[in-house]
């Protein structure tokens, strides 16, 4: 039966030992020095012992040397490293099996047999080993050794299960405590000997601490900086947000273009506590980026440019070559009536071939005029309100002779529109596109023009089902002169631009859609409220 008296002096022993290992701890004692307070309680309360703490290493699976007042160095040097295993002693037993082993005799137990030799040589007998379990599992063992053959009795149970728990919270406050100084450590590196300028603010960005990169970047010392607010010493260029850019006007007067980014530090409420500031000097890639936009900048004009002659020459070759023909006409047929007395018939003949040449070429006066105007932004219109469905009809009534001449058909669909446009223009545009379709369609083939309406605008769309647009072709349907490589004498290749110029300069726009083999679909959008391009002379 145990003794009161004893439990007695376990228990004030045990409440010194806690109270002076708790001091320890708090006040930052190395972990050897806990450990060996720890292993020398034990011994003063059960005399004749002697007491090793092993530590657990997770990665090698060993047990490294933690503490052993009284044993022998030489004992204790050799099981530093100890690999755990079922049969490596009582202590790699006990942390591979995570159970307490008790080795009454070392010569007889069968754990021991590597290690009965160097066990006799230092006189030791027993040894009872128990598992250290810290926060995440097995940390250490707790051993004590006799140096006769020994059972541990239920206080000698009781005392080492209480100083193993105090090792654990030892060990796992070094292991915490060591974590957070290798953090701050690493911290203070990351911060110190950064290249980025940073500070740690307040969470108002009052400044704190700065390090020696942002100090140099702002020309100003620590203590100039202290307790400046960040958002007042740089000037945003925008909204407060992370990241952000800002403007520093330099001491030496420089103007710096930077890019901060905050980060916020919780406290244990979650609310910050502190902010991370990560200053930018980008004025150096700023410059290389205007320089770069300036460099391209001037190359795109240099290409507009040189593209603009070649379009002015492409164009005069292109007049040249449309007005040549019924000038030509004009000529022949002038000179055919003023040097021969021609018939009544042919001189009428002949003065029908002029008044068709001189309309070819006011008609082509006037596109490329409209052409002019529409890029210069003066094109006179006159918009009114306007029922769309009476323009496609007078538009289909027009060109009901070219289709019956072509073996076309019209199809007219749709439901009523209003808008407000140019009559004349869009009737221009709507002659244009359905003669196209009519054109280029297939004998036996058909054009349907629908009208319709989409949110505050009116749209007509021409179907055809002839021969449509290879996608090479779409991209230059808007190329003025350019037909597309059809071999025609209708038209000089303004039609499609110009009505493309037409509708936009009414506030509207015009879409093309084509397949080969499956026919092109014109979809001419026009606003039903009164929203003339800007710009453009309404006169």
Same mark, same amino acid.
């Given at each position: 039966?145990?003794?009161?008296?004893?439990?007695?002096?376990?228990?004030?022993?045990?409440?010194?030992?806690?109270?002076?290992?708790?001091?320890?701890?708090?006040?930052?004692?190395?972990?050897?020095?806990?450990?060996?307070?720890?292993?020398?309680?034990?011994?003063?309360?059960?005399?004749?012992?002697?007491?090793?703490?092993?530590?657990?290493?997770?990665?090698?699976?060993?047990?490294?040397?933690?503490?052993?007042?009284?044993?022998?160095?030489?004992?204790?040097?050799?099981?530093?490293?100890?690999?755990?295993?079922?049969?490596?002693?009582?202590?790699?037993?006990?942390?591979?099996?995570?159970?307490?082993?008790?080795?009454?005799?070392?010569?007889?137990?069968?754990?021991?047999?590597?290690?009965?030799?160097?066990?006799?040589?230092?006189?030791?007998?027993?040894?009872?080993?128990?598992?250290?379990?810290?926060?995440?599992?097995?940390?250490?063992?707790?051993?004590?050794?006799?140096?006769?053959?020994?059972?541990?009795?239920?206080?000698?149970?009781?005392?080492?299960?209480?100083?193993?728990?105090?090792?654990?919270?030892?060990?796992?406050?070094?292991?915490?405590?060591?974590?957070?100084?290798?953090?701050?450590?690493?911290?203070?590196?990351?911060?110190?000997?950064?290249?980025?300028?940073?500070?740690?603010?307040?969470?108002?960005?009052?400044?704190?601490?700065?390090?020696?990169?942002?100090?140099?970047?702002?020309?100003?010392?620590?203590?100039?900086?202290?307790?400046?607010?960040?958002?007042?010493?740089?000037?945003?260029?925008?909204?407060?947000?992370?990241?952000?850019?800002?403007?520093?006007? &330099?001491?030496?007067?420089?103007?710096?273009?930077?890019?901060?980014?905050?980060?916020?530090?919780?406290?244990?409420?979650?609310?910050?506590?502190?902010?991370?500031?990560?200053?930018?000097?980008?004025?150096?890639?700023?410059?290389?980026?205007?320089?770069?936009?300036?460099?391209?900048?001037?190359?795109?004009?240099?290409?507009?440019?040189?593209?603009?002659?070649?379009?002015?020459?492409?164009?005069?070759?292109?007049?040249?070559?449309?007005?040549?023909?019924?000038?030509?006409?004009?000529?022949?047929?002038?000179?055919?009536?003023?040097?021969?007395?021609?018939?009544?018939?042919?001189?009428?003949?002949?003065?029908?071939?002029?008044?068709?040449?001189?309309?070819?070429?006011?008609?082509?006066?006037?596109?490329?005029?409209?052409?002019?105007?529409?890029?210069?932004?003066?094109?006179?219109? &006159?918009?009114?309100?306007?029922?769309?469905?009476?323009?496609?009809?007078?538009?289909?009534?027009?060109?009901?002779?070219?289709?019956?001449?072509?073996?076309?058909?019209?199809?007219?669909?749709?439901?009523?529109?209003?808008?407000?446009?140019?009559?004349?223009?869009?009737?221009?545009?709507?002659?244009?596109?359905?003669?196209?379709?009519?054109?280029?369609?297939?004998?036996?083939?058909?054009?349907?023009?629908?009208?319709?309406?989409?949110?505050?605008?009116?749209?007509?769309?021409?179907?055809?089902?002839?021969?449509?647009?290879?996608?090479?072709?779409?991209?230059?349907?808007?190329?003025?002169?350019?037909?597309?490589?059809?071999?025609?004498?209708?038209?000089?290749?303004?039609?499609?631009?110009?009505?493309?110029?037409?509708?936009?300069?009414?506030?509207?726009?015009?879409?093309?859609?084509?397949?080969?083999?499956?026919?092109?679909?014109?979809?001419?959008?026009?606003?039903?409220?009164?929203?003339?391009?800007?710009?453009?002379?309404?006169?």
């Amino acid at each position: 039966m145990t003794d009161v008296r004893d439990t007695t002096t376990d228990t004030e022993a045990l409440l010194r030992a806690q109270s002076g290992v708790l001091e320890q701890i708090a006040g930052g004692a190395p972990l050897a020095e806990v450990l060996t307070e720890v292993a020398t309680t034990l011994e003063r309360l059960m005399p004749g012992c002697h007491c090793s703490i092993l530590l657990l290493d997770v990665a090698s699976a060993t047990l490294r040397h933690g503490a052993a007042p009284s044993l022998p160095a030489a004992y204790s040097s050799s099981i530093d490293g100890l690999s755990i295993g079922r049969d490596a002693g009582s202590c790699g037993a006990a942390a591979y099996l995570g159970v307490p082993v008790v080795a009454e005799d070392v010569t007889t137990d069968p754990r021991w047999v590597r290690y009965r030799a160097l066990a006799g040589a230092h006189g030791l007998r027993s040894c009872w080993s128990t598992p250290i379990r810290g926060r995440d599992g097995v940390v250490g063992t707790f051993a004590v050794y006799h140096e006769r053959s020994h059972q541990p009795s239920p206080r000698e149970r009781e005392l080492v299960g209480r100083l193993t728990h105090l090792a654990s919270v030892a060990i796992d406050h070094d292991a915490l405590f060591g974590a957070l100084a290798d953090s701050e450590e690493r911290f203070r590196r990351a911060f110190d000997d950064n290249v980025v300028g940073m500070a740690i603010t307040e969470p108002d960005s009052a400044v704190t601490r700065t390090n020696a990169a942002l100090r140099d970047l702002l020309g100003r010392t620590e203590y100039e900086l202290a307790g400046v607010r960040l958002d007042e010493l740089l000037n945003a260029s925008g909204p407060p947000r992370t990241p952000y850019e800002a403007k520093l006007h &330099h001491p030496d007067g420089r103007t710096l273009d930077l890019v901060v980014s905050l980060s916020p530090v919780a406290g244990p409420d979650g609310v910050p506590v502190r902010m991370i500031a990560n200053v930018l000097d980008v004025t150096q890639r700023r410059a290389a980026e205007r320089e770069r936009r300036a460099r391209r900048e001037a190359d795109v004009a240099r290409q507009a440019a040189e593209q603009a002659s070649r379009a002015k020459t492409d164009f005069v070759a292109a007049l040249g070559h449309e007005l040549r023909t019924p000038l030509q006409a004009v000529t022949g047929f002038t000179e055919l009536l003023g040097s021969l007395d021609l018939p009544p018939e042919r001189r009428r003949a002949a003065l029908d071939h002029i008044s068709t040449a001189a309309g070819h070429i006011l008609a082509m006066v006037d596109d490329i005029l409209d052409v002019a105007r529409i890029e210069a932004r003066a094109l006179p219109l &006159h918009p009114a309100d306007l029922d769309v469905a009476t323009v496609v009809t007078d538009v289909v009534h027009l060109l009901e002779p070219l289709a019956e001449a072509e073996n076309v058909r019209f199809v007219r669909d749709g439901e009523p529109a209003t808008a407000h446009c140019d009559e004349r223009r869009l009737k221009q545009v709507l002659l244009n596109l359905a003669g196209n379709a009519v054109r280029y369609n297939r004998p036996g083939g058909t054009v349907t023009v629908t009208t319709g309406t989409a949110p505050g605008a009116a749209v007509v769309t021409v179907t055809d089902d002839g021969r449509g647009i290879s996608p090479d072709h779409l991209r230059r349907l808007f190329t003025p002169f350019d037909r597309l490589g059809v071999d025609t004498e209708q038209g000089i290749g303004l039609g499609l631009p110009l009505a493309k110029g037409l509708i936009e300069a009414m506030g509207g726009h015009l879409a093309v859609t084509s397949a080969p083999g499956e026919g092109t679909t014109v979809a001419v959008t026009v606003p039903r409220r009164k929203s003339v391009a800007a710009n453009h002379n309404p006169r």
